[in-house]
């Protein structure tokens, strides 16, 4: 019976990097040099990306552990890819750099194993990658990876030679590993898209096996449909209905139920393709026009130019709401109007429609001119006042927001506080306000 391996056992016949990979790694590791007019000590006579120029002294700590760092390379054969991650540790002994390397992780795919291994010591390896560090540690990060042109040598001679990849992340690998016949399946058979929602993790791969990829050969193939229009050709079959290509573009499988009735299913799909717009887009339409109360005849339920038909509805129901809104404002003018007085040389005055507010809001440079404020004053949610002076009743001056009793705020140009002058009248103006609504209520009870 064959020996079964250890973790030692790959660590210990793992493919062997070039020299040029430690020097790469020794490289992105800094040294030191210290110097006075006597002596100068290098740490090292490698090149490194950084060197620390420090003044020697007879207090100069040469002996110290200086730092750890990882990296990470990419190799692979015919029949094997290991994703090989190392451990450098730097330290320094009487003025000289060393270095102590280690494998920490490795992962390695081969006959369709992926097997994955890491250092418990210097010594030892078990099944399972190791944590490099902790979340909180200042050696938490991702690996250097060396930049050795790995995706090309993985696509001319490893088992991913046959796949057509056009960028790959290292936590790619294992996935494509995994499921790279499917892949090629999709690729050869001219079917890109699906074959891409593959790669990009995009499919639940328990649905889409190679018994499935079989089966729906010819519907993929030298085509870009992706998963999505084989659902939507699902759904529509299931109906009793034929597929019409190109749909899935303009309707998602769980739209196939939204399609109006008195419509046959072919008309409205090629309606749809026809007008490219989605069906979103069209139940907008049909929503709007049922607001407004306009009956669905056969031309309106199919106009001929959807988007214009849409648009009109737009058009049609905003000048709706815009009424509504106009007469809301004026009934509140006309109900508060125990809200409007001149107080000094103030003057407190009530919107009178929509586009007072939308015109204080530009000309002082704040909010109150925004949807959200004009409808809940049209619905009695909050209240906007104006405050002017008398001499110029017509120029904004400070925009007052009231409500249940109280001043909510009170905002001049660029949402500018008021004085203590005006402050001292606005609250005048507040206390006579909420005696009167106190009145009003009192008479209402009685």
């Known amino acids: 019976m064959r020996k079964m391996k250890t973790a030692n056992d790959y660590a210990k016949n793992c493919l062997k990097p070039p020299k040029a990979f430690f020097e790469w790694c020794y490289y992105n590791m800094p040294t030191y040099k210290w110097a006075n007019k006597q002596q100068t000590i290098i740490g090292s006579e490698r090149k490194h990306y950084y060197t620390h120029e420090k003044r020697l002294t007879k207090n100069s700590r040469l002996t110290f552990f200086d730092r750890k760092d990882h990296f990470q390379i990419i190799l692979s054969t015919r029949k094997r890819i290991e994703i090989q991650t190392y451990e450098i540790v730097s330290s320094f002994e009487s003025g000289k750099q060393k270095f102590h390397v280690q494998l920490m992780n490795l992962e390695q795919f081969s006959n369709n194993k992926h097997i994955k291994i890491g250092a418990v010591n210097d010594k030892y390896y078990q099944f399972g990658l190791i944590q490099l560090g902790t979340m909180f540690s200042i050696y938490y990060q991702r690996p250097s990876l060396y930049p050795n042109k790995w995706l090309d040598r993985l696509l001319a001679i490893s088992e991913l030679r046959y796949l057509t990849l056009h960028s790959v992340y290292v936590d790619d690998i294992a996935f494509i590993y995994k499921y790279r016949?499917?892949?090629?399946?999709?690729?050869?058979?001219?079917?890109?898209?699906?074959?891409?929602?593959?790669?990009?993790?995009?499919?639940?791969?328990?649905?889409?096996?190679?018994?499935?990829?079989?089966?729906?050969?010819?519907?993929?193939?030298?085509?870009?449909?992706?998963?999505?229009?084989?659902?939507?050709?699902?759904?529509?079959?299931?109906?009793?209905?034929?597929?019409?290509?190109?749909?899935?573009?303009?309707?998602?499988?769980?739209?196939?139920?939204?399609?109006?009735?008195?419509?046959?299913?072919?008309?409205?799909?090629?309606?749809?393709?026809?007008?490219?717009?989605?069906?979103?887009?069209?139940?907008?339409y049909i929503d709007m026009l049922n607001e407004i109360g306009i009956p669905i005849t056969p031309m309106k339920r199919l106009p001929k130019d959807l988007k214009r038909a849409h648009d009109k509805a737009v058009d049609t129901l905003n000048a709706m709401k815009r009424e509504i809104v106009r007469k809301e404002f004026a009934k509140r003018a006309n109900e508060e109007s125990f809200l409007e007085m001149t107080i000094k040389e103030v003057q407190f005055i009530l919107p009178r429609e929509a586009n007072d507010l939308i015109e204080e809001g530009k000309r002082l440079k704040h909010c109150v001119g925004g949807s959200s404020y004009i409808d809940q004053h049209a619905e009695g949610r909050t209240t906007i006042v104006f405050a002017r002076k008398t001499a110029e009743p017509d120029k904004p001056y400070y925009t007052i927001e009231y409500r249940d009793s109280r001043l909510i705020q009170v905002s001049g140009w660029d949402n500018k506080k008021p004085d203590e002058h005006l402050r001292e009248v606005v609250n005048h103006w507040l206390q006579i306000v909420n005696e009167r609504i106190k009145r009003k209520e009192k008479k209402y009870v009685a």
Do not use: C, H
Not at 197 to 214: A, F, G, P, V, Y
Not at 244 to 256: K, P, Y
């Open 181 to 284: 016949q499917r892949i090629e399946y999709a690729q050869r058979i001219n079917a890109p898209a699906l074959a891409k929602q593959i790669i990009e993790r995009k499919l639940d791969m328990r649905s889409i096996t190679m018994n499935w990829l079989k089966r729906n050969k010819v519907f993929f193939r030298n085509s870009q449909r992706t998963y999505q229009a084989y659902q939507v050709k699902q759904a529509l079959e299931s109906l009793g209905t034929k597929y019409i290509a190109g749909v899935e573009a303009f309707m998602g499988a769980d739209d196939v139920q939204k399609m109006p009735k008195g419509v046959k299913p072919i008309t409205f799909q090629n309606y749809l393709m026809k007008q490219q717009r989605t069906i979103g887009f069209y139940q907008d």
